[in-house]
């Protein structure tokens, strides 16, 4: 038999032979036997199916087709199924068999040990907070849907922070919410163990909690450097006609002055009303002037101004995200 080889990626199995014809014969082992692609995958093993590895339909086939799987990757494959059907349960399990569980009452042991004393402005947990930050250290994913006012972010850091394992901790929110996150996390003791991500080297900080806004991890408009203003006049005789003020230079033909740069930028609030270059009317929400101009150079062109509002663009820092963090908390999301 010809060994072949099980391997996976995040989202299904990756069944394959050492070489190109075992490869070829899997595909048609597969076509021929009726071995669907959503039978390989991640969501239908774990929700779908309570077969062991060595049980799996396409596994079976192979050995029709006198192929055989690995062995020990199937054993490792199984490892792995088996963990993600254990928090598949977990996932699924209500709240109030969780509340039954030695895996509840061990979280509410550790929420109670670690946060159940008096914090820096006099307040101290509810039994309701308690109990909602043991489930979210219990459960590992739950949407904290609390009423106002009744301590979401509290709960929230508490449930993430009682767990030792979570040494990394991300928390993604609104701007207009920072402050909330810092005064409770300073209230509860963690003043010097964060840090506000702003440029993606900070994403390596050895701080517990990173914070970061919506606008600065996922929003590439965010990230983006203005380009400063530009004279379009002299400043000093105040003309502009006839090319006589060099726009680049800054230089004044009639006057024969230098302007001083300008330190203001353009930004989304403040857009020129006409291209800095060619003249034309700015469209409105238009960083880049795609005005068509005629250009005599022995003859007549055509071409696109192209003249921008943006020096540079920087990526949003989700596209430096790494797999180093334990724990994530979003606050309001939208979806």
Request: some cysteine; glycine content about 6%.
């Amino acid at each position: 038999m010809s060994l072949i080889r099980v391997n996976y990626d995040d989202s299904t199995l990756v069944v394959r032979g050492k070489y190109i014809h075992d490869s070829l014969a899997v595909s048609e082992c597969f076509a021929s036997e009726g071995v669907r692609d959503k039978e390989l995958s991640w969501h239908y093993l774990v929700t779908r199916s309570s077969e062991s590895m060595i049980n799996h339909p396409a596994v079976r086939q192979l050995e029709n087709w006198g192929l055989e799987a690995d062995p020990e990757e199937l054993k490792r494959l199984q490892s792995v199924l088996h963990r993600k059907r254990k928090n598949y349960d977990l996932d699924m399990m209500p709240l109030s068999e969780l509340k039954k569980t030695k895996r509840f009452a061990d979280a509410l042991q550790k929420v109670e040990s670690k946060f159940g004393g008096v914090f820096a402005d006099g307040t101290e947990l509810f039994d309701f907070q308690k109990e909602c930050a043991a489930f979210i250290m219990a459960k590992r994913r739950l949407l904290n849907a609390m009423e106002m006012g009744l301590g979401k972010t509290r709960t929230s850091i508490v449930g993430v922070a009682a767990d030792d394992a979570n040494k990394r901790i991300l928390i993604i929110t609104m701007s207009r919410n920072l402050n909330d996150w810092i005064r409770e996390l300073i209230n509860m003791g963690f003043g010097e163990d964060y840090i506000i991500l702003s440029n993606p080297s900070d994403l390596h900080s050895t701080k517990r909690f990173h914070l970061v806004s919506y606008e600065k991890w996922a929003n590439d408009a965010g990230r983006v450097v203005y380009r400063n203003k530009e004279h379009t006049e002299c400043p000093h005789c105040r003309v502009s006609f006839g090319g006589v003020f060099k726009r680049r230079l800054r230089y004044c033909t009639v006057c024969k002055k230098q302007a001083e740069p300008l330190d203001e930028r353009w930004s989304d609030k403040d857009m020129p009303k006409e291209c800095p270059s060619c003249k034309s009317d700015w469209k409105s929400g238009q960083h880049i002037c795609n005005n068509v101009i005629e250009q005599r150079i022995g003859r007549i062109e055509k071409r696109v101004c192209g003249y921008s509002i943006i020096e540079s663009k920087k990526p949003a820092l989700y596209q430096f995200y790494h797999n180093g963090y334990d724990a994530c908390l979003v606050d309001e999301a939208h979806v």
